[in-house]
C-alpha cells in the first residue's frame, strides 16, 4: 500500500494469506530536499528521490531484494481526491487516470503526488493491478443539502461543492464501532478525527450525514498549519489591500497558519502541550473550542446526538486535548472520566451521562488493504 504525501512516500506491505495487518512499514520521507528511506527494523538511509516516482523506485527496489523474482500481488493507494464520480474503490485503468488528473485542481497539493506515485508503479510494475481508494468517497452518502454552497446552482453542477475529506479514516471507525462501542454504533456519532490535518464527521448508522471540510482540506477546524473555516473575504483583502499573490496567499492557508500560526511557535501538540508560553496555549485553547463547536453544529445534522469518538494521532494521544473539548460539551450531555481519559480509553467518559465518549484508533491501511483484496482480481 502507498500513501503519498507532499514530501513523503508511506509504504506497508501486506501478505495475501493472513489476516489482514502489515508485515513492514516504512517511507521516504523529505522527497526533493534530503531524502531518506526508513523501515522497520532498519537504519535510515539517505537515497536519491527528487519526486515521488523517484521515491517509489526506491522502496520498489527494496522490495524487490526482499521478495526476489516474486512481484506484489496488487497496490493499493490513498488518493485524497475522487470528485462526485467514485463513491467506492476502483481498480486503476486510462479512464480512472484520466479523471483523476482533472480534479487536480481541487486538490494541487496532494492528487499529484499520488498521481507521479500510480505511474510510477505502472512504469516499473505494468503487471501488477492497482486499486485507488478515495478520501472523498466514504461521504457520498451525505443529503444534497450538506454538499451545497449558497452559489449559483450552475457552479454546484460543475464542481463546487462540499466533497468532505478523511474518508477512509471514517470507513476505519465506522468498521470497528460495533466491536468497540456496540450501544452507539447505530446511533448518531461524532467522530473527530484530529491529526496535523483535523476535521469531523456526523455519522448515523455508521454512514457519513455531514462533515467539516468542504471543498478543499483547508476548511473546517484550524489544524497543525492549516488555517480551517476561514471568511472569503480575507482572501480577497490579502490580495487587494496587502498585494499578496495567489501563491503566497496559498502558502499562509495551508503551511503557515493553523496551531503554528496561532501559537508562533510549532504546529505540534506535543510541544505545545509542554510550553509554558502563553501563546501556546491560546492556540490550544481556540484548537479545543473550535472542534467542539463543530461537535455542536454536527449535532444539529444529527438531530441529537449518542457518542463522540476521538481518533487519529492527536485525538488518540492528546488526553488533554480530549479534555478541554469535552469541558465545552457539558452542555451536551458529555461528562468525562478523568482516569479513564488519561488511560486513552476506549471509553472515555461516565456512566449515566447522556453522550459517551470514546478512543478509537483509526486505521486507514486495513481499509485500503481491504478493498486491494477484493478489488484486485475483478
Same mark, same amino acid.
Given at each position: 500500500m502507498l500513501n503519498a504525501g507532499s514530501s513523503s512516500l508511506k509504504f506497508s506491505v501486506f501478505p495475501t494469506r493472513s489476516p489482514l495487518g502489515p508485515s513492514v512499514h516504512g517511507l521516504v520521507d523529505g522527497i526533493g530536499v534530503q531524502p531518506r528511506f526508513r523501515v522497520a527494523g532498519e537504519p535510515a538511509a539517505t537515497v536519491e528521490a527528487a519526486d515521488h516516482g523517484g521515491? /517509489?523506485?526506491?522502496v520498489a527496489a527494496w522490495l524487490e531484494r526482499q521478495l526476489g523474482a516474486a512481484r506484489p500481488v496488487a497496490v493499493g493507494h490513498r488518493v485524497v481526491h475522487g470528485g462526485?464520480?467514485?463513491?467506492?474503490?476502483?481498480?486503476?485503468?486510462?479512464?480512472?487516470?484520466? $479523471?483523476?488528473?482533472?480534479?487536480?485542481?481541487?486538490?494541487?497539493l496532494h492528487q499529484p503526488q499520488e498521481l507521479a506515485a500510480i505511474r510510477a508503479v505502472t512504469t516499473r510494475w505494468?503487471?501488477?493491478?492497482?486499486?485507488? +481508494? /478515495?478520501?472523498?468517497?466514504?461521504?457520498?452518502?451525505?443529503?444534497?443539502?450538506?454538499?451545497? /454552497?449558497?452559489?449559483?446552482?450552475?457552479?454546484?453542477?460543475?464542481?463546487?461543492?462540499?466533497?468532505?475529506?478523511?474518508g477512509i479514516s471514517y470507513q476505519s471507525i465506522?468498521?470497528?464501532?460495533?466491536a468497540v462501542a456496540p450501544e452507539i454504533a447505530d446511533g448518531r456519532v461524532v467522530v473527530a478525527?484530529?491529526?496535523?490535518?483535523?476535521? $469531523? +464527521?456526523?455519522?448515523?448508522?455508521r454512514r457519513s450525514v455531514d462533515t467539516t471540510m468542504s471543498f478543499s482540506a483547508l476548511d473546517g477546524v484550524p489544524m497543525g498549519t492549516r488555517v480551517g473555516d476561514l471568511d472569503p473575504a480575507v482572501v480577497l483583502y490579502l490580495q487587494q489591500a496587502r498585494g499578496m499573490t495567489v501563491a503566497e496567499v496559498q502558502a499562509l492557508l495551508y503551511t503557515q497558519s493553523g496551531l503554528l500560526g496561532l501559537s508562533g511557535i510549532s504546529s505540534d501538540v506535543r510541544v505545545l502541550l509542554a510550553s509554558g508560553d502563553p501563546r501556546a496555549r491560546l492556540a490550544l485553547d481556540c484548537f479545543a473550542y473550535r472542534i467542539a463547536r463543530e461537535v455542536g453544529a454536527l449535532a444539529v445534522s444529527l438531530g441529537g446526538l449518542d457518542g463522540l469518538v476521538f481518533t487519529a494521532g492527536i485525538g488518540a494521544n492528546a488526553a488533554p486535548v480530549r479534555a478541554a473539548v469535552c469541558e465545552h460539551l457539558g452542555w451536551l450531555g458529555v461528562v468525562l472520566d478523568a482516569d479513564a481519559n488519561e488511560r486513552h480509553g476506549p471509553r472515555i467518559s461516565a456512566d449515566g451521562g447522556a453522550v459517551s465518549a470514546w478512543v478509537i484508533p483509526t486505521d486507514e491501511e486495513a481499509v485500503i488493504a481491504a478493498a486491494v483484496r477484493r478489488l484486485a482480481h475483478t
Open positions: 521515491a /517509489f523506485h526506491v462526485w464520480h467514485y463513491a467506492d474503490p476502483v481498480r486503476v485503468d486510462d479512464g480512472v487516470m484520466a $479523471l483523476l488528473e482533472s480534479l487536480v485542481p481541487l486538490a494541487p505494468p503487471e501488477v493491478p492497482q486499486i485507488v +481508494c /478515495f478520501d472523498t468517497a466514504y461521504h457520498r452518502s451525505r443529503p444534497e443539502i450538506a454538499t451545497m /454552497f449558497a452559489l449559483p446552482r450552475a457552479l454546484h453542477d460543475g464542481g463546487v461543492r462540499r466533497y468532505g475529506f478523511h465506522a468498521d470497528r464501532l460495533p478525527h484530529l491529526g496535523n490535518g483535523a476535521s $469531523l +464527521c456526523a455519522m448515523r448508522a
